[in-house]
């Protein structure tokens, strides 16, 4: 009898040190601005430790919204809690019964908002509502959801009192600078004479290439003096592989990028197209899930290094389908999904300039109203989609065939354009874009492609086919370098 007494003594013990530590179980929502080093100080907890207690391999990613179990057992009370503390299961069977008052769950991989509303008999606008959530599309595995005491499906949830999305940044912009696309670094002398600071090459990522793979842009860059933009673009195929999982290791990739030095990264190149992006997941919504990490592990490993947003591909009668999206409703999109958290400038992209950069009207195109064909009508939509952020174009440039011979037929819309006029409007567009106050990069597409064929992309480049430069001129006289 007496060992069995000692038993349920230890049992009683036992029992009542669970109740204590569920009962204390302290848990953080992480704001914006946050990282899990100062979280752990806060809390005064080894880093090591909060991430096991969060199952977190990464430490340099977390989200907004995410909430962190604080771990016990360092001998200081921790602060209040952010959300009341509460079991969290791991995951949730598909025939969970609906749950009791103070039930939480946590999302694991392959979950969206909608799947655990129904889960859960209520709908994803109440489950949104009910945990600050602005995009339903943005949800991250390890993010504990209150799922008690909301209404059953059928019903209309409550009006939400506000978006709980952060206002973007509507401080001044200031910085305008210029530089162009390049293939090599041949020509950085003339770039330099120019007036340009930047220089920038592209980069295709697969899943398991090493962020080493960029140290020779950014180092041949910078031995020549300039700083490096790095548009980087990955594997539609794996993206559509597994989304959730490629987004961390694209976030994660592109954090060490910004550790090697590079001075802006833009995440990707015109999503909006399944040329680029996988086709069936082509919205705004997913991409802000990309952005939204890759934000985070880029300013975690290099605070200076400036976030660019994709910029879309300017396009018109797609709508919103399958294969594609309109750049305008796609960067709509971005914006209700709360991109502009996610970047420290607009990414834009013209390149189908037929008319000088002050006209609003006049393309010699079918679709002469489209907003794409000009410039004025391009800076305004960007800005107004976005306002208060910094644009910057990561492309513009006006294609001519002069010296090449006659444009293919998917740019014969660019077949009066000549070599006067490329210099003419690239000099006018750079001094419209200083003078406007709210472009921080203007870089040219490009310096010096030699490839014509169905991409005309030598067309494109400033420095012709005999050696000359006339834009390079233009822009330096203009500009007053």
């Not at 049992?11 to 179980?25: H, K, N, R, S």
């Amino acid at each position: 009898m007496r060992h069995v007494f000692r038993f349920f003594a230890v049992l009683v013990v036992l029992v009542m040190m669970t109740v204590i530590a569920v009962a204390q179980e302290t848990t953080h929502t992480v704001q914006a601005g946050e990282n899990l080093f100062r979280i752990s100080l806060k809390y005064n907890v080894s880093l090591t430790a909060l991430a096991q207690a969060n199952n977190i391999s990464n430490p340099n990613l977390i989200f907004v919204g995410q909430v962190l179990k604080i771990p016990s057992g360092t001998g200081t009370t921790p602060p209040a809690a952010t959300t009341p503390a509460a079991a969290t299961p791991t995951s949730a069977p598909a025939t969970q019964a609906p749950p009791t008052a103070g039930s939480t769950y946590t999302v694991v991989r392959g979950d969206t908002l909608a799947r655990i509303a129904q889960r859960f008999n209520t709908t994803a606008q109440a489950l949104a509502q009910a945990n600050n959530i602005a995009n339903p599309n943005l949800i991250f595995v390890g993010q504990v959801l209150r799922v008690d005491g909301l209404p059953s499906t059928g019903t209309t949830p409550p009006p939400s009192s506000g978006s709980g999305t952060t206002p973007p940044s509507t401080t001044p912009i200031t910085g305008f600078e210029i530089g162009a696309h390049v293939f090599s670094y041949a020509y950085s002398d003339l770039a330099r004479g120019t007036g340009m600071k930047w220089l920038k090459r592209q980069l295709i990522w697969n899943q398991g290439d090493p962020a080493s793979i960029a140290q020779e842009a950014i180092d041949g860059a910078k031995a020549r003096g300039f700083k490096i933009l790095l548009s980087i673009v990955g594997n539609p195929s794996q993206l559509a592989a597994n989304p959730t999982q490629y987004y961390q290791d694209f976030a994660n990739f592109l954090g060490q990028v910004a550790k090697l030095g590079a001075d802006a990264i833009e995440v990707w190149n015109e999503p909006n197209f399944d040329r680029e992006w996988p086709r069936g997941l082509i919205s705004g919504a997913q991409y802000t899930q990309m952005l939204s990490a890759a934000y985070q592990a880029i300013k975690a490993q290099n605070s200076a290094t400036m976030v660019i947003s994709a910029a879309p591909t300017p396009t018109g009668g797609l709508g919103c389908s399958t294969n594609g999206c309109n750049d305008d409703a796609y960067i709509a999109q971005m914006a209700a999904a709360g991109a502009a958290r996610f970047m420290d400038c607009v990414g834009i992209h013209y390149n189908a300039g037929t008319v000088p950069p002050t006209a609003t009207s006049g393309a010699p195109v079918g679709s002469t109203t489209h907003y794409s064909w000009y410039y004025p009508t391009m800076v305004n939509l960007y800005s107004r989609t976005f306002p208060g952020k910094p644009l910057c174009f990561t492309e513009i440039g006006y294609v001519t065939g002069e010296g090449y011979g006659p444009l293919p037929a998917n740019f014969q819309w660019g077949s009066r354009t000549t070599v006067a006029n490329q210099a003419e409007w690239l000099a006018q567009a750079a001094v419209i874009a200083r003078n406007s106050g709210i472009v921080r990069l203007f870089i040219i597409w490009n310096l010096d492609a030699t490839t014509y064929d169905d991409d005309p992309q030598a067309g494109y480049a400033i420095i012709r086919p005999n050696g000359t430069c006339p834009a390079c001129n233009s822009i330096k006289a203009a500009l007053g370098f």
